[in-house]
Nanobody, 129 residues
Framework: QVQLVESGGGWVQPGGSLKLSCAASGFTLDYYTIGWFRQAPGEEREGVSCIMSGDGTTYYADSVKGRFTVSRDNAKNTVYLQMNSLKPEDTAVYYC??????????????????????WGQGTQVTVSS
C-alpha cells in the first residue's frame, strides 16, 4: 500500500522545538521531491519547505527560513522537518506530499492538491503559552 504517514506533532510553547517525520511506504521516497505544507484553520494550505529528489537540495519559505530544517534518511525512507524557535503563527496541521519534481513554497489551493502524487494525513502542531 502506497502511503505517507506524518508524526511528531504536538503542543509546544513559543520558542520551543518539534521534529516532524514523514515516513513513506510502498514507494522509494528518494525518487521523489517531498514538500512540507501547513494549513491553519480558515486558511489555505501553504508550502513551507521541500527537499528535492536526487541531490537533496532544500528550499524554504521566507516565513520559516533560518528556523526550519528539512532532511531525508534514505535508509529509513523518511523525511524530517526540524522546527526551532516556534511561533504561535506556526500553529497548523502539517502535511507532507510527494511529487517527482514539484516544489511549492506558496499557497496551494485545494483545486491544485491533485498535482501531488501522494499526501499524508497531517499532524497537528500547536504553539501557545
Amino acid at each position: 500500500q502506497v502511503q505517507l504517514v506524518e508524526s511528531g506533532g504536538g503542543w509546544v510553547q513559543p520558542g520551543g522545538s518539534l521534529k516532524l517525520s514523514c515516513a513513506a511506504s510502498g514507494f522509494t521516497l528518494d525518487y521523489y521531491t517531498i514538500g512540507w505544507f501547513r494549513q491553519a484553520p480558515g486558511e489555505e494550505r501553504e508550502g513551507v519547505s521541500c527537499i528535492m529528489s536526487g541531490d537533496g537540495t532544500t528550499y524554504y519559505a521566507d516565513s520559516v527560513k533560518g528556523r526550519f530544517t528539512v532532511s531525508r534518511d534514505n535508509a529509513k525512507n523518511t523525511v524530517y522537518l526540524q522546527m526551532n524557535s516556534l511561533k504561535p503563527e506556526d500553529t497548523a496541521v502539517y502535511y507532507c506530499a510527494a511529487d517527482l519534481y514539484r516544489c511549492t513554497l506558496t499557497v496551494l489551493p485545494e483545486s491544485n492538491w491533485y498535482q501531488y502524487d501522494y499526501w499524508g494525513q497531517g499532524t497537528q502542531v500547536t504553539v501557545s503559552s
